[in-house]
């Protein structure tokens, strides 16, 4: 009884992520089907992985072949952001029990940005509540990118300037972020740096040499902008 | 290009084994409200801005500013949704209009 009413407490909060996970998820299913990967790895990925971005990315690195270090580093790197999520998380996701491990490994940007600001309604369980949440999400995000598998391979026209998805996606993010706070240098350091190494390294060899000089530059000027706040 | 599925397997692993640090890491190494590095919760801190400003980059990495069509599809694009997101502030409208502007503009236009 506690279950259902979880779950039917818990679905229109994820209405929205259904719409943007269903659409953006189609677009990484069509562009890994395009690069002749199976529904089964498309699924498989959407799966373990779990992450939106980083899968994204992940098509941009399958198509330069099989380069493991840069694709491991870039997900530390990508991802490092969840690590500020789990810190914020700490106390909310205390006394989970059994669902802990499953909360915290399915907390995507999305799920985060929606659980910070929902709290379970008075009787409804919230270990049952963010469980539900967070498992709507992942069935959208890997049945969007299912039905993007299954549309790419239908799909006989060249999908040429699809890719742009995930420009657009982090111009957004990059957008957003931007207003959020007066202090622009970490944003600015991360485009300087990449840019630099680009020019310097060459197409192929540039992400570790931006993320070691990101790293480098942020312990560097630690000091300064610790002073400054960041939001 | 060879996708062998060891390759894969092992490719995707490898990523999720990566997600899979970044998101168990801050409840494996703070348990019970023990205090973390200021190092660490300074590179939380400014890490997902840095991230975003080089993944934007990244995006970018094989644009060329010298050759035609000099990156016009792209500085369009991104000029609309600029635009676009600044007035609507609708996520999934900036990207769905910027994408179908630059498939437009590559297929199309130049």
Same mark, same amino acid.
């Given at each position: 009884m506690k279950k259902h009413s979880a779950l039917r407490t818990a679905f229109p909060y994820t209405i929205p992520v259904l719409s943007g996970y269903v659409v953006l998820g189609a677009a990484f299913g069509i562009l890994m089907s395009k690069q002749g990967i199976s529904l089964f790895w498309i699924a498989f990925a959407s799966i373990f992985i779990y992450a939106g971005s980083m899968q994204f990315v992940a098509v941009a690195l399958l198509s330069t072949g099989f380069d493991y270090l840069s694709a491991f580093l870039m997900t530390l790197i990508i991802n490092a952001r969840h690590l500020f999520y789990g810190i914020s998380f700490l106390q909310k996701y205390k006394?989970?029990?059994?669902?802990k491990p499953y909360l915290v490994l399915s907390l995507t940007d999305e799920t985060f940005s929606l659980l910070c600001s929902t709290e379970p309604p008075d009787g409804i369980s919230a270990k049952w509540f963010y469980f539900y949440i967070s498992l709507l999400n992942h069935i959208y995000w890997v049945a969007g990118t299912v039905l993007g598998g299954i549309l790419g391979a239908l799909i006989k026209f060249d999908t040429k300037g699809l890719e742009f998805v995930l420009t657009a996606l982090f111009i957004v993010i990059f957008i957003d972020q931007w207003k959020s706070t007066k202090n622009h240098i970490p944003a600015t350091i991360g485009v300087f740096s990449t840019v630099v190494c680009r020019i310097l390294f060459g197409s192929s060899d540039f992400l570790i040499p931006s993320m070691a000089a990101i790293i480098l530059m942020l312990t560097l000027i630690r000091k300064p902008l610790e002073r400054r706040a960041i939001k | 290009m060879n996708n062998g599925n060891t390759e894969l397997f092992l490719f995707f692993s490898l990523l999720s084994l990566g997600t899979v640090v970044t998101r168990a890491l801050p409840f494996l190494v703070f348990p019970e409200n023990k205090k973390m590095p200021k190092y660490i919760k300074y590179l939380s801190d400014v890490l997902p801005y840095t991230t975003i400003g080089m993944l934007v980059v990244y995006c970018m990495?094989?644009?060329?500013?010298?050759? !035609?069509?000099? !990156?016009l599809p792209e500085i369009i694009s991104i000029a609309a949704i600029t635009i676009l997101h600044l007035i609507k502030k609708n996520t999934l409208l900036s990207i769905g209009i910027g994408t179908a502007l630059y498939i437009i503009l590559v297929n199309f236009v130049f």
């Amino acid at each position: 009884m506690k279950k259902h009413s979880a779950l039917r407490t818990a679905f229109p909060y994820t209405i929205p992520v259904l719409s943007g996970y269903v659409v953006l998820g189609a677009a990484f299913g069509i562009l890994m089907s395009k690069q002749g990967i199976s529904l089964f790895w498309i699924a498989f990925a959407s799966i373990f992985i779990y992450a939106g971005s980083m899968q994204f990315v992940a098509v941009a690195l399958l198509s330069t072949g099989f380069d493991y270090l840069s694709a491991f580093l870039m997900t530390l790197i990508i991802n490092a952001r969840h690590l500020f999520y789990g810190i914020s998380f700490l106390q909310k996701y205390k006394n989970m029990g059994k669902f802990k491990p499953y909360l915290v490994l399915s907390l995507t940007d999305e799920t985060f940005s929606l659980l910070c600001s929902t709290e379970p309604p008075d009787g409804i369980s919230a270990k049952w509540f963010y469980f539900y949440i967070s498992l709507l999400n992942h069935i959208y995000w890997v049945a969007g990118t299912v039905l993007g598998g299954i549309l790419g391979a239908l799909i006989k026209f060249d999908t040429k300037g699809l890719e742009f998805v995930l420009t657009a996606l982090f111009i957004v993010i990059f957008i957003d972020q931007w207003k959020s706070t007066k202090n622009h240098i970490p944003a600015t350091i991360g485009v300087f740096s990449t840019v630099v190494c680009r020019i310097l390294f060459g197409s192929s060899d540039f992400l570790i040499p931006s993320m070691a000089a990101i790293i480098l530059m942020l312990t560097l000027i630690r000091k300064p902008l610790e002073r400054r706040a960041i939001k | 290009m060879n996708n062998g599925n060891t390759e894969l397997f092992l490719f995707f692993s490898l990523l999720s084994l990566g997600t899979v640090v970044t998101r168990a890491l801050p409840f494996l190494v703070f348990p019970e409200n023990k205090k973390m590095p200021k190092y660490i919760k300074y590179l939380s801190d400014v890490l997902p801005y840095t991230t975003i400003g080089m993944l934007v980059v990244y995006c970018m990495k094989d644009v060329s500013l010298t050759t !035609a069509p000099f !990156a016009l599809p792209e500085i369009i694009s991104i000029a609309a949704i600029t635009i676009l997101h600044l007035i609507k502030k609708n996520t999934l409208l900036s990207i769905g209009i910027g994408t179908a502007l630059y498939i437009i503009l590559v297929n199309f236009v130049f």
